[in-house]
């Protein structure tokens, strides 16, 4: 027990390099040190546990959006490589388009997943279902606000 309190400890401690790759594999180093610390007291395990949750999500979430950040930048680049080729309007439009698409495509698979969700919500044991639906979801929206950051990005470069 004391010896996971003290590993919590140093994950919130933990000051991430800005390396994407050295930071997840600091975090990737913390994963394994709490495994192989074994077992702790019964009446214990999900509070320990929800504390380590806490502390880790911290840093994922730090990461994620640093990729986010860097999906970003490789975007404005992209698209400022297309501003400079002699076809730069149509492209900036035909690369929209392609992102309006795809946007729409996501909003109609949240709604199908939301849907097929009731069904499952009226069954007995299909807690694990649902939660996978729900991950589905969560991350479908996340990739619709990027893509409606990327249709911004655009609609100014036009402008």
Do not use: Y
């Amino acid at each position: 027990m004391e010896a996971k309190q003290k590993l919590i400890e140093e994950v919130k401690a933990f000051t991430p390099s800005g390396d994407h790759q050295n930071d997840l594999t600091a975090l990737r180093a913390f994963l394994d040190k709490w495994n192989a610390i074994g077992f702790v007291p019964f009446k214990m395990k999900e509070k320990i546990a929800k504390e380590w949750n806490a502390a880790l999500d911290v840093h994922f979430a730090a990461l994620r959006n640093n990729e986010n950040e860097q999906k970003l930048t490789k975007f404005r680049k992209k698209i400022s490589d297309l501003r400079g080729t002699g076809n730069g309007e149509r492209a900036m439009r035909s690369e929209r388009e392609k992102l309006v698409l795809k946007f729409r495509k996501l909003e109609q698979e949240i709604v199908t997943l939301e849907n097929n969700k009731g069904f499952f919500a009226k069954s007995k044991n299909a807690a694990g279902i649902i939660a996978e639906i729900d991950g589905k979801i969560e991350a479908a929206r996340n990739e619709i606000k990027q893509l409606e950051e990327k249709i911004k990005l655009i609609e100014n470069q036009c402008e």
